[in-house]
């Protein structure tokens, strides 16, 4: 299985990124995805995260509002629409696949993680 995150990038703050989570061996509509990151010298925290059935979603209070989470499952792939973007968003971006089928805002409840994409927010 590897999950595959891009769409990172440099932009100035009020601006909009989206990034894209891409799986191969694992079919990502069928367990919960979340996005999480990591600052530097920061602990990776939880950003979004939705259900398998897509009907649930949850939102850091820190990016909602302002970040959207969706999924084409056609092309196996997983967005996270980034506008209103903020200095203090600056940071590697995860995705990650669960474990189960449920949200999960808890990073040891993920079973495969990307590599990380650098979203850097410039003031």
């Known amino acids: 299985v590897q999950l595959q995150a891009s769409g990172g990038g440099l932009v100035q703050a009020g601006g909009s990124l989206r990034l894209s989570c891409s799986a191969s061996?694992?079919?990502?509509?069928?367990?919960?995805v979340g996005w999480f990151r990591q600052a530097p010298g920061k602990e990776r925290e939880f950003v979004s995260t939705?259900?398998?059935?897509?009907?649930?979603?949850r939102y850091a209070d820190s990016v909602k509002g302002r970040f959207t989470i969706s999924r084409d499952n056609a092309k196996n792939t997983v967005y996270l629409q980034m506008n209103s973007l903020k200095t203090e968003d600056t940071a590697v971006y995860y995705c990650a696949s669960s474990r189960g089928m449920t949200v999960s805002t808890i990073p040891g409840e993920y079973a495969y993680w990307g590599q990380g994409t650098l979203v850097t927010v410039s003031s």
């Open positions: 061996g694992r079919t990502l509509s069928s367990y919960a």
């Open positions: 939705f259900s398998r059935s897509g009907m649930t979603t």
